[in-house]
């Protein structure tokens, strides 16, 4: 079955980065489109960046444009969210999406 596990959220301090890691099992992950989203508390979940099969091609929110980086290493089926100068407005559970699947979600807060 298609699993997907996020990992490497944590609690940083505005202007901080953290990079977020997705291992995925169970489907073709090189020939799939990947995503990232995420959900604050008290609004509905939102897309944040969009990589594709081979990672040509990428798409970003707006709010996170120039902050974000999306990748993937096909040969390790993990896809990437490196975030830099983190804001407190980033501060929600972040989810892989992929195989038709989402992931459970890794949470990150940005707080002094």
């Known amino acids: 079955q298609v699993q997907l596990v996020e990992s490497g959220g944590g609690l940083v301090q505005p202007g901080g980065s953290l990079r977020l890691s997705c291992a995925a099992s169970?489907?073709?992950?090189?020939?799939?489109?990947m995503s990232w989203y995420r959900q604050a508390p008290g609004k509905e979940r939102e897309l944040v960046a969009v990589?594709?099969?081979?990672?040509?091609?990428?798409y970003y929110a707006d709010s996170v444009k120039g902050r974000f980086t999306i990748s993937r290493d096909n040969a390790k089926n993990t896809m990437y969210l490196q975030m830099n100068s983190l804001k407190p407005e980033y501060t929600a559970v972040y989810y892989c999406?992929?195989?038709?699947?989402w992931g459970q979600g890794t949470q990150v807060t940005v707080s002094s």
């Open positions: 999406r992929g195989g038709h699947s």
């Open positions: 169970g489907f073709a992950f090189s020939s799939s489109g």
């Open positions: 990589i594709n099969t081979f990672g040509h091609s990428t």
